[in-house]
């Protein structure tokens, strides 16, 4: 089983997933950042392949991606920390980024370093939903890799519904009509999650972008089965010297009032 | 627009402050054509319901390159109409424009793609030379990619991550090429040549002397490329003045102070 289904099939609310950029702070930080982000409480982890003009980013993201190609990240080398390190996690791994640089490595090579690396599926926000369905949709299954849409409070309905038809793991609900790290009041789009709770999806839906403490994150729960976070994670280890201590107190800046609730 | 292209060619943005535009300058990466693309699609990300997203050049994702082409061709329609008058004929023996996202060379090639006499000629920047590291000859450098949303032939490391170019001109200083332009470099149907910062600022200062027009440095790039062939006596050349150098004035001036 696809370890994203097994997480929605056992875990139904506050759902928590965590975006970081590979190569950031530093080039070898991807196994210690997965291990904290793992040990101190996220159910699923993004793994943000950096790309030289992220256009879906705001600054926070942008930056990590230039430091982290400065540092040599390239998806090769990713894969290889993967491979070092994923026998000891049991959370389910995304790859996220751009679609040039995963077409440069080539489609099919990377499906299968993707599943060599346990990577359970894939978010390229500039693959059109249409050239994913003709051109690429048959390659990922083949791989077992969950192809995951993202959509805005402008998209239609019938386009929302499509997506869910052809599309395996979860929904990714853009809180707002942005860019990463914009601060819109997530508060404000009660209809928007509405609509989409009201569509019965096949599904679980996910809130992200604008998710940024236990206040916005709380709100997105009331609403879906959870909410990623990636911006703000970055953020918190930026400069990081102990990259554990930093992870688990956000982490808790997070989660813990949630508990108390 | 980026902020080293503000700079670089303040006038233009005087113009624009004029006629009534905000200039926002774009902050990210290398600060120019590329960056500013990527500012306002981003712009457009995050304002799409009362925003509506316009490109000038011939790239971006469909039907941006398509549309743009098709206003741009503007151009040949008119060099045909004139040509007739001059010459008896609409069609030249040569076109030739420069080539940055490709907008201008778009419009003058459009209405001559079917007409198979008439040679079609692209002149990229050199830069500082082709091989120099400091370039935007994006088919001598570019391989298959997508950037901005089309797929076309991209300046790119292996890993495909996208390559800073660099051109003198603020137009041409782009790693891109629309996809049109790709197609015409791969059919052969179109000649891509280049010329370097040094070859154009030359050829701006001797249509200025010859003929007392000042071009834009961009132009100035297609202008060189009459000293690179041998034209029979009968031909008929049609280079595209695609802009004047009242924008590149600085530019002109620190040359030739230099």
Known sequence: MNRIEKLFSEKKNNILSIYFT???????????????????????????MPYSDPLADGPVIQHSSMVALQNGFTIKSLFKQLNACRDNLNLPLILMGYLNPVLQYGIEKFCIAAQNSGIDGIILPDLPMSVYEKEYSSLFEKYNLHFIFLVTPE??????RKMDAISNGFIYAV??????GVEKDIAAQENYFKRLEG?????????????????????????????????????????????EEDTKKFLNSILKPAAIL | MGE???????????????????VVPALSGSKTLKDATNEAIRDWINN???????????????????????????????IRKQLKDKTGSELPSYVIACLGGGSNAAGAFYHFLDEESVRLIAVEAAGEGINSGRSAATTRLGTPGIFHGSKSLVMQTEDGQVIEPH?????????????????????????????????????????????????????AHALFILNKINFKINDVVVVNLSGRGDKDMDTYMKYINS
């Open chain 1, 199 to 243: 569509m019965k999806l096949k599904n679980p839906v996910l809130i992200g972008f604008g998710i940024k403490d236990n206040y916005s994150f709380s709100s997105a729960c009331m609403h879906a089965m959870g909410a990623i976070i990636g911006t703000a994670y970055v953020k918190s280890i930026e400069d990081s010297v102990n990259i």
């Open chain 2, 167 to 219: 051109s003198i001109s603020a137009g041409l200083d782009y790693p891109g090429i629309g996809p049109m332009h790709a197609h015409l470099f791969e059919s052969k149907r179109a000649l891509f040549m280049s010329a370097t910062d040094e070859e154009a600022l030359e050829s701006a200062f001797e249509l200025a002397r010859l003929e007392g027009i000042i071009p834009a440095l961009e132009s």
């Open chain 2, 4 to 22: 080293k292209d503000i700079a670089r060619q303040s006038p233009n943005v005087a113009r624009m402050k004029m006629l009534g535009a905000e």
């Open chain 1, 22 to 48: 590979a190569g950031y702070p530093k080039l070898d930080a991807t196994n210690i950042i997965l291990d904290s982000l793992q040990k101190y409480g996220a159910d699923m982890v993004e793994i943000g």
């Open chain 1, 155 to 160: 998209t239609s309905e019938e386009r929302i």
């Open chain 1, 175 to 180: 809180s707002s009509s942005s860019i990463t």
């Open chain 2, 48 to 78: 799409p319901e009362d925003t509506h997203y316009i490109i000038g050049s011939v790239v971006g994702p469909h039907p941006y390159p398509d549309m743009v082409a098709r206003f741009q061709s503007v151009i040949s329609s008119e």
